[in-house]
């Protein structure tokens, strides 16, 4: 029972997980960018919910006014940072989106404070429980919710005219540019796409977590989701978004009580930290060694 | 290395004690602080930007050298525990760059961004060795029986261990594999068809510059007298990063002005603000002012301060537009002198 109530907890955060990860895949596809600066994204995103809030609107219309204020932003980051690089080596692209992210960072600082921020509530309070399980509505919703966004977001990618442009874009540029495409619109739309992506995911990591400068690092986790699933594969970056939440969700709940007591048994370390946290990026070290296509990913997508 | 150039570093280094020892507290503290940065710029320009290899782990190869540094001094190894605190990063820079031999450009940046975090959490969790989230406190320095007290002191010894540091790459871009080093980021295969053994050097590069790495942890561990995780976390693997991109990739001298600048600039936006009294939101000032340099630097200077120094000091105005522009996408890769394989 305690391994399930585990695993709903971690697929609930592992689906907000998915859907900041589909962001940043979407712009690598489009682009060839690796995005630092979607934990910016995803940080901002939350921020803008809650300023609209303070202003006296309802929830529901805060988080739409933020997801149009976060594309609006993606495609501003797009087109005065990235554009003008648009054939620098990727070493230079990395380094300037952490740029990015840096001067988001400060402004939501100078902005908003360093402290934590008691967050708007989106969802009701309370638990239901399914099945034995507890699960709460702050839980229940977000998770439902970011599932729900990135299968939709799947379903427009494969099924919609601009998905399909979007989907050209990404697999040959040029010859999207034969066709008539305007590739580089389709980036600034990808561009869009992701930063609200990542906007929706802070606001609903904000109603788990709270609100905080801390949205910013755990949008970092994008990078071990998108490694597992496979780089350049959206279905794969949902699947290791979810596993991934699970995974977390079993080291916190399980793994890290057995390690610990095994350790003050045995030696002087009584603690073994955030475990959970760091986890991820073992796993990405070993994924790359191992499997550098990702469990997603073709062959074709090896570099090696 | 030419017998001119070497006069001039010896002088450089000269002036640099002779100033130090004329600072006051504050003046010492950002020479130190300065020279410190250097050190591990050099040791990061040697392996992004002479060997191509990015990474993301600076910080905790610099944490690695404080705390083996802050142990070994603690234990009554004196100045010896520098070259033995160079060492342990070495090992533990070699141990980073193992996926480089499987992994390229991104991939492999992501991988050391990965190995940031562990040495971070690692950092934390060994207790015995680090004194976890608290952080260890170290001794200061003992140096032939004596104790090292004074700021001016620890200065000097810094600029001592950066006229070491710039005389080793300068010697090491001489020798034949730092020529391997540059033939291996220009384009791997051809390094191999040159008979080059590409794992070697990459690890080579690796370790020599986690040695210089670990030297400059053990200088900031003596001069902070303390060694925490959060001192050596992305943020700070983030400013190396910075530092030799603003100062120039594959310079010698911009890495020293790019270690200069990115220290300096934080420095110089606490005194405006300060005058300004805007002090309640300086410290997002200066992070503010950090991420727009870096934005604005890769779009207009990519090559950097000591690309604009030369610029700016050349009489030749010939080159300061090129006669007939290449396109933008081969000048920017030569601009930078990278050429990673573009990830489809």
């Keep these: 029972m305690y391994t399930l109530q585990l695993a709903t907890a971690g697929l609930a955060i592992g689906s907000v997980y998915a859907l900041i990860a589909i962001g940043v895949v979407l712009i690598y596809k489009c682009s060839g960018v690796v995005n630092f600066a979607q934990g910016a994204f995803v940080m901002l995103g939350a921020y803008f919910t809650y300023a609209i809030t303070r202003l006296g609107l309802t929830p529901v219309i805060a988080v739409v006014f933020s997801t149009v204020l976060m594309a609006i932003a993606g495609a501003a980051t797009e087109r005065l940072v990235l554009r003008p690089m648009l054939k620098a080596p990727v070493v230079a692209i990395m380094m300037v989106t952490l740029g990015v992210l840096i001067f988001l960072r400060a402004v939501a600082l100078a902005v908003w404070g360093p402290d934590q921020i008691a967050f708007p509530k989106l969802f009701p309070d309370g638990a239901i429980e399914i099945f034995g399980i507890f699960i709460t509505y702050n839980y229940l919703t977000a998770g439902s919710l970011s599932i729900c966004l990135a299968l939709a977001f799947l379903a427009f990618y494969r099924f919609t005219a601009i998905g399909l442009m979007q989907r050209c874009t990404a697999d040959n540029s040029r010859a999207a540019l034969a066709i008539g495409i305007h590739t580089s619109n389709q980036i600034s739309l990808a561009w869009s796409m992701s930063a609200a992506l990542a906007g929706l995911g802070g606001t609903l990591l904000a109603t788990l977590n709270g609100l905080s400068l801390g949205l910013s690092d755990i949008g970092l986790i994008a990078f071990p989701v998108i490694v597992l699933g496979g780089l350049t594969s959206l279905p794969g970056a949902v699947v290791a978004g979810l596993l991934l939440g699970v995974l977390q969700a079993f080291t916190d709940g399980l793994v890290t009580p057995m390690l610990e007591g095994f350790l003050r048994a045995y030696t002087t370390i009584y603690s073994v930290g955030a475990l959970q946290q760091v986890l991820p990026y073992a796993l990405l070290i070993l994924v790359l060694l191992v499997r550098p296509q990702g469990i997603f990913g073709w062959r074709g997508s090896e570099r090696l | ?344």
Aim: proline share 3%; net charge positive.
């Design chain 2, 1 to 344: 290395m030419s017998g001119t150039r070497l006069w001039i570093s010896l002088l450089v280094a000269a002036a640099a004690c002779i100033l130090t020892l004329m600072l006051g507290r504050f003046g010492n503290y950002l020479m130190h602080a300065v020279v410190i940065a250097s050190i591990s710029a050099l040791a990061l320009n040697l392996l992004t930007g002479f060997c191509g290899q990015i990474s993301f782990a600076q910080a905790a190869l610099l944490g690695v050298g404080a705390y083996t540094a802050g142990n070994l001094g603690n234990a009554g190894w004196g100045i010896l525990s520098i070259p033995l605190a160079g060492m342990a990063s070495a090992a533990a820079g070699a141990l980073i760059g193992l996926p480089a031999l499987r992994l390229r450009g991104l991939y492999f940046a992501m991988a050391t961004l990965a190995a940031q975090f562990i040495f971070d959490y690692a950092f934390k969790i060994l207790d015995p060795l680090t004194h976890g989230v608290s952080g260890l406190v170290i001794k200061p320095l003992t140096l032939l029986g004596y104790v090292v007290q004074s700021d001016r002191a620890y200065a000097v010894i810094a600029i001592i261990c950066l006229f070491v540091t710039w005389l080793t790459m300068v010697f090491i871009g001489e020798t034949t594999l730092g020529r391997a080093f540059l033939v291996v980021r220009a384009n791997e295969i051809v390094a191999k068809g040159m008979g080059i053994d590409v794992a070697r050097t990459k690890l080579w590069a690796f370790a020599i510059s986690g040695f210089f790495a670990g030297v400059a942890g053990a200088l900031l561990a003596f001069t902070t007298r303390l060694a925490s995780p959060e001192a050596f976390g992305l943020s700070l693997s983030i400013d190396y990063v910075a530092m030799i991109i603003v100062g120039g990739l594959g310079s010698l001298p911009g890495s020293l002005l790019g270690a200069a600048f990115v220290t300096l600039l934080p420095e110089l936006i606490q005194r405006v603000g300060e005058a300004l009294n805007i002090a309640d939101i300086l410290s997002a000032a200066r992070e503010m002012a950090f991420g727009l340099l870096i934005i604005v630097f890769l779009i207009f200077e990519p090559r950097g301060l000591s690309a604009l120094l030369h610029r700016l000091t050349s009489r030749d105005h010939a080159n300061i537009a090129p006669k007939t522009p290449r396109p933008t996408s081969e000048r920017r890769r030569s601009e930078l002198g990278l050429k990673f394989e573009k990830v489809e």
